[in-house]
C-alpha cells in the first residue's frame, strides 16, 4: 500500500537526485519554497497532509523526471526499489473487447507495463489518457492508476465500464443496489442516473500522474 512517509521520502530523494533540497525542488518547479518542508507534512492537529498530485506532476515536469523514476524512490530508505508492475494501456482502447474479465480485472496479451509501488492489488492497472477530453483535470499524457479491489466511495473519481462496454471517467455522486449517480470531473452537471445493471463494474482511480 502507498504510505505517507514513502511518498514524501520520494520527494526527498528526488530532489537529492537533482541536487536540490525539498526547498530547492519546489522553487523549481514553481511552487512556494516551504512546500514541500518537514513542517508541513503533518498539521497541527496531528493530521497527516498528503502532498498534492499536482505538485508531484509538477516537480517531474522541472527535472525532466519520469512517473517510473520517482516511484521506484517510492517505499525505500536506502534507493530505488520498484515493488509491483501494473499493466497499461491506453484510456481509448480501454472499451475493446477481451481487456477485462467479468470483474473488470486486465486480461490478455494486448497490455503493456508500469512501475509501481506495492499498493495492495495484484490487479490494479493503468490507463494512459489521450486527447482533451478528461481536460481539465486529466490531459493528454496523464496515467491514471486504478483499483478494483479498492472501497468506491461517494466523491470518488473512478473509472465505469457499461455492459455495452462504454468505458467513462467520473465522480460518483451516489450509488444503490437499484441505480447510480455520476458527474463529469469538471463538475458543471450530474450526468443522471444508470441503472444498476446496465453497469458491468466501478473501480476507483487511486493514483494519477496529472
Known amino acids: 500500500m502507498l504510505r505517507h512517509a514513502d511518498i514524501w521520502r520520494a520527494i526527498d530523494a528526488l530532489a537529492r537526485q537533482y541536487g ?3 526547498s530547492g525542488l519546489a522553487r523549481k518547479a514553481g511552487l512556494d519554497p516551504t512546500t514541500f518542508n518537514k513542517s508541513k507534512r503533518i498539521t497541527r492537529e496531528g493530521k497527516l497532509r498528503w502532498p498534492s ?3 508531484i506532476s509538477k516537480i517531474l515536469r522541472a527535472t525532466g523526471a519520469g512517473l517510473d523514476e520517482f516511484i521506484a524512490h517510492v517505499g525505500s530508505e536506502h534507493g530505488p526499489k520498484v515493488s509491483q508492475r501494473v499493466k497499461l ?3 481509448g482502447q480501454a472499451g475493446a473487447a477481451g481487456l477485462f474479465d467479468d470483474a473488470g480485472r486486465p486480461t490478455g496479451a494486448a497490455w ?3 512501475a509501481f509501488p506495492e499498493i495492495g492489488d495484484a490487479d490494479a492497472y493503468a490507463l494512459e489518457i489521450s486527447g482533451d477530453a478528461l481536460a481539465p ?4 499524457g496523464d496515467v491514471i492508476v486504478v483499483s478494483p479491489a479498492a472501497n468506491v466511495r461517494r466523491g470518488d473519481r473512478v473509472l ?3 455492459v455495452d462496454n462504454a468505458v467513462m471517467v467520473r465522480q460518483l455522486v451516489r450509488k444503490s443496489a437499484r441505480k447510480v449517480e455520476l458527474m463529469p470531473l469538471d463538475g458543471d452537471r450530474v450526468d443522471g442516473e444508470i441503472a444498476a445493471d446496465r ?3 466501478i473501480h476507483r482511480i487511486v493514483w494519477a500522474s496529472q
Not at 483535470?137 to 493528454?140: A, C, G, N, T
Open 89 to 91: 494501456i491506453g484510456f
Open 199 to 201: 453497469i458491468a463494474w
Open 53 to 55: 498530485t499536482e505538485s
Open 112 to 114: 503493456d507495463e508500469l
Open 160 to 162: 465505469v465500464k457499461t
Open 137 to 140: 483535470v486529466y490531459r493528454d
Open 20 to 22: 536540490l533540497t525539498p
